[in-house]
């Protein structure tokens, strides 16, 4: 019980990572991404999904060695290289 209570937060943490993850699971990977211009991600991982190359988050996901993290990291830069694209085309 007291275990519980000390790891809370931590585990609420990871259910909505969880979550968020799920949701993206059938979002594309951009074929012209450059995982080795991912900030964060180590260089196993990113050796992993250069050699790889996998067209969706689930695809990513399925990768031994990739962890929620980085796949977390992944779709913060997927959403910002879609931003940026976006305001370099411009309305």
Do not use: C, D
């Not at 585990?11 to 991912?38: D, G, H, L, T």
């Not at 929620?68 to 931003?83: D, G, Q, R, T």
């Amino acid at each position: 019980m007291e275990t519980t209570k000390k790891y809370a937060g931590y585990i609420e943490r990871q259910n909505k990572e969880i979550k968020k993850i799920k949701k993206y699971e059938n979002a594309k990977i951009p074929k012209e991404i450059i995982f080795s211009e991912i900030t964060g991600l180590s260089n196993e991982v990113k050796q992993k999904l250069e050699k790889v190359l996998p067209k969706t988050i689930a695809h990513a996901q399925r990768i031994p060695g990739i962890t929620p993290a980085a796949i977390s990291l992944l779709l913060v830069h997927i959403k910002k290289e879609k931003s940026s694209l976006t305001k370099k085309i411009g309305p």
